[in-house]
């Protein structure tokens, strides 16, 4: 089923358009308009942990248990009680068992005993000291161990880590690989989840051909979707692809609405400009609303959010870097909000500028750049040699984008600016 979109059409449009500046709508009133007005997918599921990672948490993770579930040892040692040690002598202890993780000490350490332990194993009732095995020597059934411990008591508290009853992972959380474990180690085998985000995914233009086609005179072949496919499945999406929409309206037409009625997005690239052969906005206004275009971005101007027949629609630049671009600035904000993720982008990186740079007001400038090691000093952040929105081999060749506000016209060599590592949205 399609995702429920409510009464957001014209007010969503109002509302940005009314903050638009002359080179488009600004990138926080954007963002802000999609967090207020969309509406996340409702399904939810149950999977595996093995099938968590990339999934949006559907409730709270409330521990069961507590971790770690007993007091137990930090360290390979001795445990023992502290007030059998006497500062500055050598003490003697007789040592009465042993625990290891898995197989604790059975019994209660009395005065002046002590219990080999290996780092894990349950702290032994009547223990409140390790002493780690370095500081101590053995004799047969005897331990001596000097009486300065240095304050380090060498045990981990019950619950240290994760209270009983407490909130272990926060519902909207893209569950991680490390977050996963932590359910693991909690005791769940399954996890509600949000159902994944169906994509459909088109490119559009009478010049493409898919990878590996024979070419006609003037035509490329289609490289948009392997990248948008990348940047959507990194999300969690179920993306299925539409494949190469000609340059005719009414084709166009029917194989959007189609698909609108299976999946909770569109995204195309292509179409968005103003060219004759540019449909895509006057298709999205004929079978619902466009809602904003274009953004105040640099590259990615053309980017274009609307509905077809309910069913929200993502339009993207036709060259790849500005398509990239687009879908980083507003792609994963829709994607988050339908999938019901938390508002957690990947974090920019404050970093001294190795270059001199100047940029009109007003717009929000993305530069491929590469971060360079310096001798005896903080690293620097490069330009790319080259920034053509068509270069796909700029991209790859590039560790992230810098990325500078609307207010910012120039940038000074050492002054610091954002940048944006690539791993956040590709890997």
Known sequence: MPLEINERNLTMAFAIRNRATGGGIRLADAVAAIRAHLCPIRDTELVDLSRARGR?????????????????????????????????????????????????????????????????????????????????????????????????????????????????????????????????????????????????????GDELCEPGEALANGQIW?????????????????????????????????????????????VTSGGMSVGSGDHIRSIIGRRGALEMWPLAIKPGKPVGLGDIDDCPILALPGNPIAAVVAFIAVGRPVVDVLSGASDNPPRSLSIPAGFTFEKRSGVRQFLLAEVRACDREESRVMLSDRQGTAMLSALTGSDGFIVLAEDREVVRLGERVDFLPMQGYLS
């Open 56 to 204: 949006v948490l559907a409730e709270d993770l409330i521990a069961r248990v507590s971790l770690p579930h007993w007091d137990s040892a930090a360290v390979d040692g001795f445990a023992l009680r502290a007030s059998d040690l006497v500062p500055a002598r050598l003490n003697k202890l007789t040592l009465v068992g042993e625990a290891a993780a898995g197989h604790p000490f059975g019994g209660i350490i009395g005065p002046r005993q002590a219990v080999r332990i290996l780092t894990g194993a349950p702290l032994p009732m009547g223990a409140d000291l390790v002493v780690m095995q370095e500081a101590c020597r053995v004799d047969g059934s005897c331990l001596l161990v000097r009486g300065d411990t240095a304050g380090k008591t060498h045990w981990r508290v019950r619950g240290e880590d994760i209270d009983l009853g407490s909130r272990a992972i926060v519902v909207g959380r893209r569950l991680r690989a490390q977050d996963v474990a932590l359910a693991g180690a909690l005791g769940c085998k399954k996890l509600q989840v949000r159902r994944k985000a169906r994509v459909g995914l088109f490119s559009t």
């Open 222 to 266: 289609d490289a948009n979707r392997c990248i948008l496919r990348g940047l959507l499945e990194h999300l969690g999406c179920e993306v299925v692809d539409f494949g190469i929409l000609r340059d005719k309206p009414e084709l166009l037409e029917g194989a959007l609405s189609r698909a609108a009625h299976d999946s909770d997005l569109l």
